[in-house]
């Protein structure tokens, strides 16, 4: 009866914050996704521990919101914002009550204000002001795993340079092992942008890249760096291009290739299904490094993350956009996702509540007639896979949290599906299958225009420069003395090399989101990187450094203080480096295989 496993995939991220803004733009980000989806989403996991059932979902937390969370500025930041949100509320509900006509909106008013107490009483008394803390002590209960992410969540495949994937992989994997004392065995490449290994070169010409460059597949860094899978949206693994199956022989592992006899005389099924796992491998040598790929299932997703086809949009359900001008506090329903906003009816939270049950039974019926239906054609035992953003529940959708308990403590009692973690469901499968997948991600059109595009050319302009301008100085270092200043300066040089490659800037200028935010944050990180590449060079060749370019390092390092084990000894390529007979190998493994790019 047990046709397949549900994997449930959360990815946390927010871009670094602190110290840059509270509202509407900046570290009120940060307090709401922990007041309105991180803290629900620990509750859950606590209330079904407390049944005796094990969430056992899966949530990847970028370094840098790790980093963030764990700030000691970060819990009276918190404090502040829920009581401000309560006192608003309280003061719109001793506001409502002398309007008759508005009298109707004073019990959600108060719902609020205790909703807003509630949360800042589960973060000081029950998780002792702790996210990171409340987590990793799910994790070795084993109710959740949690995954890491590149440092900052940039948009790997338009890096330039290998060291600048390095330096994002390593900077995430130390971020991780100091907060929760483990090696993560999985990785969400951000906005689930893959790059296979093929000769690069930047979209449009730039004298520091005139040359193709053949370059590593991402799932090699992943190999090397023991991060065992990762995940791509259902397009991707839709245009994979077979390569064979893995098999032991003596004590090894080769790769019978679809071309040979003995493959082509064996059934094997490569279906391409988003319901199957695959390694990736794109330069057709497994022994250069492979990675698992989950893939996100399209149809069962867009039930919940869309908010017009999805249980997102039903009438009873808190409607996100509108908001009262005195508190900024929501009071209508959703009422019909198409509807005026001055039409919007008033919330029921019980009415709501109540449809998360009916949701999430719809929901886990949909889990396993898909799983029960594929174990039936291919034999088979079905992965189901969907990933989310982890704001979508709570924060987007307020009652998404609640739906989430429900679907999980449905499966519980399943016969046909069951919640598993992703490493538990790699081990479980074992897949032996290998793919090559095409370069894309889970943004709109599956490429990279979200990323890349006539409004964010200039940014990646000033990327490639950075890069190249650290690198150059870096090749300098390895064959210099040591001297620590100049190491101190190149560090926080690197920490805003970093924040600069952060995906979310284009993200934003592209959605139009917070255009003249991102901007500002772009060219601040920008400003600040040539400035301390200046003083490190002036530094290098005189030895001496004016009093005020001390000060502006000193107070650059309090700003913005992620990653304060920060090593310049990770910005290297030993493990990557490919020889001229690897070169000419993956060319033409590169221009013989026909996936799209």
């Known amino acids: ?29 940060l307090c709401e996704a922990v007041a309105e989806s991180y803290i629900p989403l620990l509750n859950l996991c606590y209330e ?37 949100f309560a006192e608003a509320a309280r003061e719109d509900a001793r506001y409502f009550e002398q309007k008759v006509e508005e009298k109707h909106f004073a019990p959600i008013a108060r719902f609020w204000a205790e909703w807003y107490e509630q ?22 209960q084993g109710a959740i795993e949690i995954l890491t992410c590149a440092a900052t969540h940039p948009y790997l495949p338009l890096l330039a340079l290998d060291e600048s994937i390095e330096f994002q992989l390593q900077t995430a994997k130390a971020n991780y092992v100091r907060h929760f004392q483990i090696e993560p065995r ?168 109540r449809k998360t049950d009916l949701h999430a039974y719809h929901f886990n019926q949909m889990l396993e007639h898909t799983a029960r239906f594929y174990h039936t054609q291919t034999k088979k035992f079905a992965t189901l896979c969907t990933m989310f953003d982890a704001e979508l529940f709570g924060h987007w959708w307020f009652e998404g949290p609640q739906f989430l308990k429900n679907v999980l403590r449905g499966l519980f009692h399943s016969p046909y599906v069951r919640v598993t ?32 595009n006539e409004q964010t050319h200039w940014m990646w302009y000033a990327i490639y420069q950075a890069e190249h301008q650290f690198h150059q100085i870096m090749q300098v270092m390895k064959t210099s003395d040591q001297l620590p200043l100049l190491e101190r300066i190149l560090q926080q040089a690197g920490r805003e090399l970093l924040l600069l490659q952060a995906s979310d800037w284009e993200f934003l200028v592209t959605t139009q989101s917070a255009k003249d935010y991102a901007e500002q944050r772009f060219f601040t990180h920008h400003s600040n990187f040539l400035r301390l590449m200046t003083m490190a060079q002036e530094y290098r060749e005189t030895r001496q450094i004016a009093e005020f370019h001390l000060e502006f390092l000193t107070a650059l390092e309090r700003l913005n203080r992620v990653f304060p084990d920060l090593s310049l000894q990770w910005w290297s390529l030993e493990n990557h480096s490919m020889n001229d007979e690897e070169s000419s190998s993956a060319k033409a493994f590169d221009q013989d295989k026909s996936v799209d790019r």
């Open 421 to 452: 973690k992703a490493s538990e469901q790699v081990d479980y499968v074992q897949p032996h299958e290998v793919m090559a997948i095409p370069e894309g991600s889970w943004g709109d059109g599956g490429d990279h225009r979200v990323w890349f």
């Open 48 to 84: 079904l521990l407390e049944e005796d059932i094990l969430a056992n979902i899966t949530i990847d937390l970028s370094p840098v919101l790790c980093e963030q969370l764990s700030d000691e500025q970060f819990s009276d930041l918190f404090a502040t914002y829920c009581l401000q």
């Open 186 to 353: 999985g990785i969400w490449l951000p906005e689930c942008g893959y790059r296979p290994s093929y000769a690069w070169m930047p979209f449009f010409p730039i004298p520091e890249y005139p040359e193709p460059q053949v370059r590593p597949g991402l799932e090699q860094f992943l190999a090397q760096h023991h991060l065992d899978f990762f995940f791509v949206d259902q397009h991707i693994t839709e245009k994979a291009v077979p390569l064979g199956v893995l098999r032991p022989v003596d004590h090894r592992v080769e790769l019978l290739s679809v071309h040979s006899p003995e493959y082509i005389h064996f059934p094997y099924n490569f279906d391409r299904s988003p319901l199957n796992l695959y390694h990736v491998c794109s330069t057709g040598d497994i022994q250069r490094g492979t990675a698992v790929a989950f893939t996100r299932h399209r149809d069962i997703a867009l039930q919940v993350w869309s908010g017009e086809m999805g249980y997102p949009g039903d009438p009873d359900y808190l409607d996100f956009h509108k908001r009262y001008y005195r508190s900024n506090l929501r009071y209508w329903r959703v009422t019909d996702p198409k509807l005026d906003m001055m039409y919007k009816q008033p919330y029921v939270p019980e009415n709501a509540t």
């Open 1 to 29: 009866m047990h046709a397949g496993n549900f994997v449930l995939l959360l990815h946390a991220h927010l871009p670094y914050v602190l110290g840059h803004g509270t509202w509407p733009h900046g570290s009120d980000w």
């Open 119 to 140: 949360r800042l009483q589960d973060f000081q008394e029950r998780y002792k002001g702790s996210i990171l803390g409340a987590l990793r002590q799910l994790q070795e």
